[in-house]
Nanobody, 122 residues
Framework: QVQVVESGGGLVQAGGSLRLSCTASGSIFSINTMGWYRQDPGKQRELVATITSGGDTNYADSVKGRFAISRDNAKKTVYLQMNSLKPEDTAVYYC????????????????WGQGTQVTVSS
């Protein structure tokens, strides 16, 4: 079984920083892309940032210059450093790992974490 577990959320004042972590564990052959998404109640889940196994990154325009995504492939862990936080960054942040379970299986599967709450007060 595969587990994806996030940590690091919390309450912070506007202008502050938080660092989220997400680790995938279990029977995993390889991990392709790992990423962070967020969702406000009543809204669609939206992409925040993604990073490939080779280190290529992609960011939502709303977080460019403030957030930085990184990963440690050996630890199967992805991080999201969030700086200059704004009240509109308040959401549940979800981690997604796109991975292969077996070397012989050509398909990639998406696994999501349970989410971690980030609240930014004004």
């Amino acid at each position: 079984q595969v587990q994806v577990v996030e940590s690091g959320g919390g309450l912070v004042q506007a202008g502050g920083s938080l660092r989220l972590s997400c680790t995938a564990s279990g029977s995993i052959f390889s991990i392709n892309t790992m990423g962070w998404y967020r969702q406000d109640p009543g809204k669609q889940r939206e992409l925040v940032a993604t990073i490939t196994s080779g280190g290529d990154t992609n960011y939502a325009d709303s977080v460019k210059g403030r957030f930085a995504i990184s990963r440690d492939n050996a630890k199967k862990t992805v991080y999201l450093q969030m700086n200059s936080l704004k009240p509109e960054d308040t959401a549940v942040y979800y981690c997604k790992a796109t991975l292969k379970l077996y070397q012989s299986n050509p398909y990639f599967h998406n696994y999501w974490g349970q989410g971690t709450q980030v609240t930014v007060s004004s």
